[in-house]
């Protein structure tokens, strides 16, 4: 059974840097892709972006200009940076698994509330 | 991006009944429409993928079909661990998938 888990800090202070990773255990496949995706209170879920095993990435346009992901499959690892943050970023963020062919999430972990404050 | 539109966007049923949540896409993604349960504190449960096709270990109440713009999500006899809030995605266009706003099924 796949099995993912984000990690990383709970609180970040407007304009930084929100770091988070995701371990995956259970198979690290590169038959599949690796995804990001928020919800914002209140809100409904967005997709962040994906990362192949070999490091192909696609980000949503909204925010292609502040997001950067990166993979460690020495680690079975997957990172997400998003930079300048503000309250608006405040959220759950969710790594999951994507189906590459349907193009569906099959395997989520639990999500992690990153709140931006001051 | 492509829209997503779900309707109601909250509902209120009883253990038993038989409920259904429509997802409208703003063109046609032909079948490539995905449900999710969403409940806090937990991972997401994926569903339906294909429009159609049930995801293994899913409790086959739960149906769902459509294609083009209209699709449907049908949980006959409403359990109560089924009471959360359930997502549509498309996944037609990646430039991104997009998801529905989210249907909360409460207790009536």
């Known amino acids: 059974q796949v099995q993912l888990q984000e990690s990383g800090p709970g609180l970040v202070k407007p304009s930084e840097t929100l770091s988070l990773t995701c371990t995956v255990s259970?198979?690290?496949?590169?038959?599949?892709?690796w995804s990001w995706i928020r919800q914002s209170p209140g809100k409904g879920l967005e997709l962040i972006g994906y990362i192949s095993h070999s490091g192909s990435t696609n980000y949503s346009p909204s925010l292609k200009s502040r997001v950067t992901l990166s993979v460690d499959t020495s680690k079975n690892q997957f990172s997400l940076k998003l930079t300048s943050v503000s309250a608006a970023d405040t959220a759950v963020y969710y790594c999951?698994?994507?189906?590459?062919?349907?193009?569906?999430?099959?395997?989520w972990g639990q999500g992690t509330l990153v709140t931006v404050s001051s | 991006d492509i829209q997503m539109t779900q309707s109601p966007s909250s509902l209120s049923a009883s253990v038993g009944d038989r409920v259904t949540i429509t997802c409208r896409a703003g063109q046609s993604i032909t079948t490539y429409l995905n449900w999710y349960q969403v409940k806090p504190g937990k991972a997401p449960k994926l569903l339906i993928y294909a429009a159609s096709r049930l995801q293994s270990g899913v409790p086959s109440r739960f149906t769902a079909s459509g294609s083009g713009t209209d699709f449907t999500l049908t949980i006959s006899g409403l359990q109560p661990e089924d009471f959360a809030t359930y997502y549509c995605q498309q996944s037609y266009s990646v430039s991104p998938f997009t998801f529905g706003g989210g249907t909360k099924v409460e207790i009536k």
């Open positions: 259970g198979g690290f496949s590169s038959s599949y892709y």
């Open positions: 999951a698994r994507e189906v590459v062919f349907y193009g569906c999430f099959d395997f």
